[in-house]
């Protein structure tokens, strides 16, 4: 008898809590609905009551999406609790994700809270909950740091007020494989009703053992709910990475005896989707969805996969999408095949303009770059999601002159608003030159702390270049994405991008603040 993992995603929620990640409500709709063709069982959409803007984004997921439960995140109080079933009401089935601090560090210096307020608090709000919704998730957060005797108390009075799934949070990344599965197996065999819930684990990845850990809490601990983000994307060093227990759940069937719904062909898609969506880049030598996760290098190991694939490996790629990197549109395609495409992405433009403007701007690519992927009318269809409030900053066009021996130096007309700019400056570099050109108007004062290009298709210099910068100003992190074939271009594109999200204003409240 196999059972059944459910896979719980919160790339839209933990993972965008990494400094720079924050996402529209358009990109999040765009992820949301391939983390359902992923076939994920939960989506947590985001933390409702944070923000307006994180209010209407899980709305439009509750809304949208049919096939996945819908989540918000809401700290236990009545009105993050109420704030998260209005905005998910919509959804075709909804959970709402309450949390409270149990480690006497989190009680006594954060919460400044007693141990018996925070129990009360814990119940009050499982029960708040339980009257909006029949599916309601308790995470203890700082978990694993708690008191077990005293997390046993709190776990069993919440499961009594009608908890359904019980997540335990390695909040800081601390835990050890073999200790957090015994952890969660003795909470489970001293709780008496531990048996009315569905036991969750929650890990960041600070000592790198995330995965290991979350694994450990599946199989020795008996957990059956993984919370996890595509790539690990999340808050320092990350959560656990979905792609990765995914596969080992799939590839170890033997050692596991577990079955996820995940369809594994959307894996590579997904991964791409979230890192082209949040500027950031997988390393090469990531399991699964790196770019060298199947490349045999050695001529040993290419002679034993030609002989047979399975004396060097031990998932096939094409299972995980990476055939999925094909060319499917040329310069002769007309705007039926773009559009058809546009839809087999999940990619759902607004209005007919839009889809003309993103048609325009293929057919412009086309004439530069004989084959398109995916992964470009990802990129290119990446800009077309912006609203005008979000696009304050424009670049019109930009040339440069370098020449061995001399100093670059760009021009870049761009638009502020309704008003159009010229600058010029030099620079180490043509890039360094345009980037020091806009900053000459705009004057924003922010400091660089990422500049990265990537091909965005590999396999020849013809690819388009993508560019992330991340700023930091006033205590915000941002990242910004361009993509162009001239990567002066991306990168002027991308500064702009970050520019604007520096310009927008939303501010959020911090999950675990
Ligand atoms: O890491 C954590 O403790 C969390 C909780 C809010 C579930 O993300
Ligand atoms: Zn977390």
């Not at 307006?52 to 989540?71: L, Q, R």
């Not at 601990?221 to 759940?249: D, F, H, K, P, Y």
């Not at 590839?251 to 082209?276: K, M």
């Not at 993508?466 to 594109?493: C, F, M, W, Y």
């Amino acid at each position: 008898m196999t059972d059944k993992l459910i896979i719980f995603d919160t790339t839209l929620r933990d993972g965008e809590q990494s400094p720079g990640a924050s996402m529209t409500r358009e990109e999040k709709l765009r992820i949301a609905r391939q983390l359902e063709r992923l076939k994920v069982d939960v989506i947590e959409a985001g933390f409702a009551a944070s923000s307006n803007g994180d209010f209407e984004a899980v709305k439009a997921i509750a809304d949208t999406i049919k096939d996945s439960t819908i989540c918000s995140l809401a700290r236990a109080n009545d009105r993050d609790i109420g704030r998260a079933a209005e905005a998910l009401k919509g959804a075709n089935a909804w959970r709402i994700h309450t949390f409270i601090a149990t480690s006497a560090l989190h009680m006594e210096k954060k919460l400044r809270m007693t141990p018996e307020q925070v129990l009360e608090q814990a119940k009050q709000s499982v029960r708040f909950a339980r009257n909006l919704t029949s599916d309601v998730e308790f995470s203890p957060e700082d978990g694993y740091r708690s008191d077990v005797d005293y997390l046993c108390r709190v776990l069993e009075a919440v499961i009594a007020e009608g908890a359904t799934t019980i997540n335990v949070p390695d909040t800081v990344g601390y835990a050890i494989p073999e200790l957090y599965g015994n952890f969660i197996r003795t909470l489970r065999e001293r709780i008496p009703n531990s048996d009315k819930a569905v036991w969750s684990v929650h890990c960041h990845n600070d000592l790198g053992m995330a995965v290991a850990n979350s694994l450990a809490g599946v199989k020795i601990g008996g957990a059956r709910q993984v919370e996890c983000t595509i790539n690990g994307l999340g808050e320092r060093a990350g959560n656990t990475s979905l792609e990765e227990v995914v596969m080992a759940v799939r590839t170890r069937r033997d050692h596991f005896n577990l079955e996820t719904r995940i369809d594994a062909s959307q894996i590579v898609p997904a991964s791409r989707l979230v890192s082209q969506t949040t500027g950031f880049v997988v390393q090469p030598n990531k399991a699964v969805v790196g770019a060298n996760a199947f490349a045999h290098a050695s001529g040993i190991h290419q002679d034993g996969v030609l002989k047979a694939r399975d004396t060097y490996e031990i998932m096939r790629a094409e299972d995980v999408g990476w055939a999925a990197n094909k060319i499917v549109l040329g310069k002769l395609s007309g705007r039926n095949a773009f559009k058809q495409r546009l839809q087999e992405l999940g990619i759902d433009l607004d209005s007919e303009a839009i889809v003309n403007t993103a048609f325009a701007r293929f057919k412009e690519l086309a004439d530069r770059k004989s084959e398109i992927f995916d992964e470009d009318i990802i990129a290119l269809v990446g800009d077309e999601s912006v609203t005008p409030e979000q696009e304050h900053y424009r670049l019109v066009s930009l040339s440069q002159r370098s020449e061995t021996g001399e100093r670059p130096h760009a021009h870049v007309v761009f638009a502020a608003g309704a008003e159009e700019h010229r600058a010029d400056s030099d620079g180490n570099g043509p890039v360094d030159a345009s980037l020091k050109a806009i900053e000459t108007v705009v004057k924003s004062g922010a400091e660089m702390l990422l500049y990265s290009v990537n091909a965005i298709t590999s396999g020849s210099t013809e690819s388009q270049g993508e560019v992330t910068v991340r700023l930091q100003h006033g205590g915000r992190v941002v990242n910004g994405v361009g993509a162009d074939p001239d990567i002066v271009v991306a990168s002027a594109k991308a500064y702009l991008a970050a520019l604007n999200k520096l310009h927008s204003k939303a501010e959020r409240v911090a999950a675990q603040g």
